[in-house]
């Protein structure tokens, strides 16, 4: 006889919660759930096919992220940023991204850490043609792996603390600009770089990746 109880149904329900996190974050990261959008659980939970509870469950983590909030008539929206929040987010970016760059090309052992970014880098070759929201993920790789690669997990989980901000940012300023920020070729300087040992070059080079792509966001 089926049963729907135990360890079993737990691990689906999981599975479930884990699938509507990725779904919704990709649908906020692309825009298609636009920011301040009224979020509806009769909508999301039949367009998701997960149960209203399972929604409530992903939508929590959601708001811990930081991706959505609660609006003024008590209900759940898609979070909105504005113009200071932008350039805050990409100003502690530069700061953590060139640390974990700087850190990186200074150390003796890299190279199995450069070939884990050129790892990255060839997933955003590859995903140049595809659609915007598959270019977000691997481009969030990219940056993820650069401070996780660091050894520092301070820098790590101050990174991840900002990665709803990060994904709600991506497009803020359209597809254009975000296409334009996820350009390979900069990245590709960034890892040539690190590789070469030249410590302090690869922190002045992301920070000064950073603040253009704040600028182009905010311009």
Do not use: Y
């Not at 079993?8 to 919660?17: I, P, Q």
């Not at 759930?33 to 997960?50: F, R, W």
């Not at 113009?83 to 953590?96: D, K, Y």
């Amino acid at each position: 006889m089926n049963s729907t109880s135990g360890a079993l149904a737990g691990l689906e329900r999981t599975s479930l919660r884990q699938r509507a996190l990725l779904a919704l974050r990709r649908a906020i990261s692309t825009g298609e759930l636009a920011p301040g959008t009224h979020l509806v659980e009769t909508d999301l939970s039949e367009k998701l096919g997960i149960s209203r509870g399972t929604l409530r469950e992903a939508m929590r983590q959601l708001q811990q992220e930081g991706i959505i909030s609660t609006n003024a008539r008590g209900g759940l929206a898609v979070r909105t940023l504005d113009t200071e929040e932008i350039v805050h987010l990409f100003a502690v970016r530069a700061a953590l991204e060139s640390l974990a760059a700087e850190s990186l090309a200074a150390r003796p052992d890299r190279d199995s850490a450069v070939t884990v970014l050129r790892e990255a880098v060839q997933a955003m070759v590859d995903n140049q043609d595809a659609e915007v929201g598959e270019r977000i993920e691997v481009d969030l790789t990219f940056h993820r792996e650069l401070c996780r690669l660091s050894g520092n997990s301070v820098l790590l989980r101050s990174w991840e603390g900002l990665e709803g901000a990060i994904r709600m940012s991506v497009m803020w300023a359209g597809r254009d600009r975000a296409v334009a920020n996820m350009a390979v070729g900069p990245h590709v300087e960034i890892v040539d770089i690190i590789a070469s040992g030249e410590a302090h070059k690869a922190h002045e080079f992301v920070r000064s990746h950073m603040d253009e792509a704040a600028a182009n966001l905010v311009s």
